[in-house]
């Protein structure tokens, strides 16, 4: 048996990178998921049909929904209990990320981070808990930014410092129904997103690797083991952490 047999995850963002990584990694434990996507429906076919091929007993389901919509958001937990019953693990990873100095930054894009980054988070951990019985672990996905934020991220940094605080309030205040909240931290991750930003080569990656004690950039899997912990009776005197995983990177 898998750490997390007979559990169920809701992932969201689950359609590429470090969603997608920890979906598979959920599913080679046991886990059943739901696969979240906003636009990627292909991508999110992929890693379901990925699961449902493994053999590893967890199955997966695919379900559209934006995040930072309240009303997407109880359509997307509403498809998950229909499919699965209770609800046992929520991963906050639906996210973006802009990069911009002080002066180039928009409300456009303030809103569209802190709508998805912040509010997603807590619109999808409101409706989560309504389906965790018995207790249950929330991990969100915040950023090495948190701690040590780069020039020229000031409001995706803001986020991640929000999506920490959050993480420290419901810890408390979730604590008493046996639900834990923890917060993943990583540094520079290559992905879909990275290699797309720019962000996963040339200068910023040279930067990144200079202050970076294990000398090269993080691969989702690396992201994946460490959810797998927090998700399971692994960790089940840990609440309330935000846990850097970027091999020592200090920004």
């Known amino acids: 048996?898998?750490?997390l047999t007979g559990r169920t995850a809701v992932i969201t963002g689950a359609s590429k990178g470090i969603g997608a990584g920890i979906a598979l990694a959920f599913?080679?434990?046991?886990?059943?998921?739901?696969?979240?996507?906003?636009?990627?429906?292909?991508?999110?076919?992929?890693?379901?049909?990925?699961i449902n091929g493994n053999g590893s007993g967890?199955?997966?389901?695919?379900v559209q929904a934006d995040v930072s919509k309240k009303a997407e958001v109880?359509?997307?937990?509403?498809?998950?209990?229909k499919a699965f019953g209770k609800l046992n693990i929520l991963v906050n990873n639906a996210g973006v990320y802009e990069f911009a100095p002080l002066g180039e930054i928009t409300e456009d894009s303030y809103r569209r981070q802190f709508?998805?980054?912040v509010l997603g988070t807590l619109l999808s951990t409101q409706a989560a808990v309504k389906s965790m019985i018995n207790g249950g672990s929330v991990i969100n996905l915040s950023s090495i930014v948190s701690l040590t934020p780069p020039p020229t991220a000031a409001v995706y940094s803001a986020t991640k410092g929000a999506v920490d605080v959050i993480t420290r309030t419901l810890a408390q205040e979730?604590?008493?129904?046996?639900?834990?909240?923890?917060?993943?931290?990583p540094g520079l991750v290559e992905t879909e997103g990275t290699r797309a930003a720019g962000t996963s080569e040339g200068e910023f990656r040279t930067y990144a690797l200079s202050?970076?004690?294990?000398?090269?950039?993080?691969?989702?899997?690396?992201?994946?083991?460490?959810?797998?912990?927090?998700?399971?009776d692994d960790s089940a005197w840990m609440t309330g952490?935000?846990?850097p995983v970027g091999g020592g990177v200090r920004l």
């Open 1 to 3: 048996m898998g750490k």
């Open 27 to 50: 599913a080679k434990e046991g886990a059943n998921v739901v696969v979240n996507y906003t636009r990627g429906k292909d991508d999110a076919e992929k890693v379901a049909a990925s």
């Open 58 to 62: 967890g199955k997966a389901i695919t």
């Open 74 to 81: 109880d359509r997307l937990f509403s498809e998950s209990k």
């Open 115 to 117: 709508d998805l980054n």
């Open 174 to 185: 979730l604590g008493p129904q046996k639900i834990r909240v923890n917060s993943l931290a």
């Open 211 to 232: 202050r970076t004690p294990l000398g090269r950039v993080g691969a989702p899997d690396d992201i994946a083991k460490v959810a797998v912990f927090l998700a399971s």
């Open 241 to 243: 952490e935000v846990v």
